[in-house]
């Protein structure tokens, strides 16, 4: 059996400092971050994402980042694709490799020997679901797949019709299981006491609306991405989304709302980061 290449995972709740932690560890080893957000590989998605800018990055090559168009429909599976290719390419030129993010499900695809389903867009069906809310569509998952259930962004509508989708595809629902590591991993994971945690959550939210965040969604939507389609991205999308077209009143009660969905996806991370802690 050949050796395991080394890379590096660094992981955690939002707000954690993944980014920064990433960067200094780049410059220390001589390697390059891919990043494991399901969210930025989308352009025009900046500010609402937290994405590293051409200056953060120091000079840094960065992967995975502004490769899709948000009316693109993308995929675990696309992500384990190229994600892997960018892999390889680092490898191939003497770099070490560092994953970066919050988006567990993508880390799991990523580095484990994880088979993903190959299950092409049913129109027909995406149609039907669409028409149901989230906690319609996150019902229905529950009595199919109820370990998912429990890491799934269950605010988070093109996810859940997705897996409803793999679901009425095969029949089934595929064992969410990590398989053996691919590589040698050293695993960082970071976090923070709930308290200072929820303060960094706020001041971020106060900061990304300060700096343009809901002239992002604006503009997005001015470039043809719908409102519907925006708000299925969650979180910080669909809130702004909805503060625009007259849904939430006032800038205030706007952050506190983002803060308080923000703070449950926190917790759903730490559930599924919890377990590379045994790795």
């Known amino acids: 059996m050949s050796e395991k290449h080394k890379i590096y995972v660094i992981c955690g709740p939002t707000a954690t400092g993944k980014t920064a932690r990433a960067i200094a560890l780049a410059k220390k080893i001589d390697g390059e971050i891919i990043s494991a957000d399901s969210r930025q ?93 989230t906690d319609e569509l996150f019902a229905r998952i529950v009595p199919l797949d109820p370990d998912r259930a429990q890491t799934i962004d269950k605010h988070n509508h093109v996810r859940l019709v997705r897996a409803l989708e793999i679901i009425d595809t095969l029949g089934y629902v595929p064992e969410n299981t990590t398989g053996d590591s691919l590589f040698d991993i050293q695993w960082e994971i970071l976090d923070l006491p709930d308290d200072k945690l929820r303060y960094r959550i706020h001041e971020r939210n106060v900061a990304r609306i300060e700096n343009g965040l809901i002239e992002e969604v604006q503009e997005l939507n001015n470039n043809g991405v719908s409102w519907e389609r925006l708000e299925k991205f969650g979180l910080e999308y669909r809130y702004v989304s909805q503060f625009i077209n007259g849904k939430i009143e006032s800038k205030e009660k706007l952050i506190e709302i983002l803060d308080a969905k923000t703070w449950q996806f926190a917790k759903r991370q730490r559930l599924w980061f919890r377990k590379y802690a045994d790795k």
């Open 41 to 133: 590989v989308y352009r025009g998605m900046d500010i609402g994402t937290a994405k590293i800018t051409t200056d953060e990055m120091s000079g840094i090559p960065h992967h995975m980042i502004d490769i899709v168009d948000p009316n693109d429909e993308f995929s675990v599976h696309d992500f384990q694709r190229l994600g892997r290719i960018a892999i390889d390419d680092i490898l191939s030129r003497g770099k070490i490799p560092i994953i970066a993010g919050g988006t567990g499900y993508y880390i799991d695809a990523l580095v484990f020997d994880k088979q993903m389903p190959e299950v092409a867009p049913n129109p027909k069906l995406r149609a039907e679901l669409n028409k149901l809310t």
